[in-house]
């Protein structure tokens, strides 16, 4: 769940750095946080750009407004505001979903032990 957080939040370039530091400090496997924090892959990247975009536009109760003919300071702030908060909450959901998702795969391919 740390690496996929980790691999949303705008931190471009420390990603595996902080992924590395709060592996050693929460006591995680560090290999499976590293590995996890390559999510923002080039082919990942449009939809993870778009997903914390759309979610800020959603959090903060703005239209989702991709016109590029609109370039002021103002709507680039905007835009940027709205990206950084939605990447945020997008990365929370995606990781707690990812978290669920294989929480539940290991569970049930887990071997049972006779007792």
Known sequence: MLGV????????????????????????????A???ANISIPPMIPFIL????ATGCI???RPID???GNISFEH????????VVGSFIFAALCSLAAGVFFGTILTLCRKRVPQ
């Open 76 to 83: 680039l702030k905007s835009v940027l505001t709205q990206y």
């Open 66 to 68: 991709l016109d590029i």
């Open 5 to 32: 957080f980790m691999g949303i939040v705008p931190v471009w370039g420390y990603q595996m750095l902080i992924t590395l530091f709060l592996s050693r400090i929460f006591r995680l496997n560090t290999v499976i």
């Open 50 to 53: 778009y997903g914390s975009y």
């Open 34 to 36: 590293i590995v996890a």
């Open 59 to 61: 959090v903060l109760g």
